[in-house]
T-cell receptor, first 114, second 115 residues
Framework: DSGVTQTPKHLITATGQRVTLRCSPRSGDLSVYWYQQSLDQGLQFLIQYYNGEERAKGNILERFSAQQFPDLHSELNLSSLELGDSALYFC?????????????FGEGSRLTVL | AQSVAQPEDQVNVAEGNPLTVKCTYSVSGNPYLFWYVQYPNRGLQFLLKYITGDNLVKGSYGFEAEFNKSQTSFHLKKPSALVSDSALYFCAVRALDTGRRALTFGSGTRLQVQP
């Protein structure tokens, strides 16, 4: 158990809908990272937050947004969903923001868009 | 830009034999290098990392990796494979000297260890 909790584990929705994925980092970790894993794109970095502030941005679509709350949990919002958004979305956390240490990954949220 | 290449989609090895999973990288400046493993229906787990120092890095479950700066490689190795090592392995890199803090992952290599 990595200590990172993601909900929901599975989500099935329709095109055009909006969903919110939630992540609770390990106790004491200030950084949260979101990654998307799909068969054709591999593991893609989306966005990183550190202590409530956006730190780095990757290949995140404009239809997607994220935030980190004062209690350090994070939410990834996906809107106007398309079939191609079907993927496994991982949250990871680390103590600091320099990323020299290991990342601790949750078990992911599997999103299916029909 | 930083990138990672894992040239093999799958590696097959017999139990008890040595295994190698290949990784090459491209970054501006000095790299931080990582290996992660993903078991079915699970998140990624950290195996080992190279930051600086000895080019041979030892990690979890008997795995090790060798950093080769001239060849820009960071191959994962294990002297004797176990069936339980069968999983998806990811190499990752981050440039030390840039403001980009996120890890870039390779496409993954599936390791199949046959009994």
């Amino acid at each position: 158990d990595s200590g990172v909790t993601q909900t929901p584990k599975h989500l099935i929705t329709a095109t055009g809908q909006r969903v919110t994925l939630r992540c609770s980092p390990r106790s004491g970790d200030l950084s949260v990272y979101w990654y998307q894993q799909s068969l054709d794109q591999g593991l893609q970095f989306l966005i990183q937050y550190y202590n409530g502030e956006e730190r780095a941005k990757g290949n995140i679509l404009e239809r997607f947004s994220a935030q980190q709350f004062p209690d350090l949990h994070s939410e990834l919002n996906l809107s106007s969903l398309e079939l191609g958004d079907s993927a496994l979305y991982f949250c990871a956390s680390s103590v600091g923001d320099s990323n020299t240490g290991e990342l601790f990954f949750g078990e992911g949220s599997r999103l299916t868009v029909l | 830009a930083q990138s990672v290449a894992q040239p093999e989609d799958q590696v097959n090895v017999a139990e008890g034999n040595p295994l190698t999973v290949k990784c090459t990288y491209s970054v501006s400046g000095n790299p931080y290098l990582f290996w992660y493993v993903q078991y079915p229906n699970r998140g990624l787990q950290f195996l080992l990392k190279y930051i600086t120092g000895d080019n041979l890095v030892k990690g979890s479950y008997g795995f090790e990796a060798e950093f080769n700066k001239s060849q820009t490689s960071f191959h994962l190795k294990k002297p004797s494979a176990l069936v339980s090592d069968s999983a998806l392995y990811f190499c990752a890199v981050r440039a030390l000297d840039t403001g980009r803090r996120a890890l870039t992952f390779g496409s993954g290599t599936r390791l199949q260890v046959q009994p």
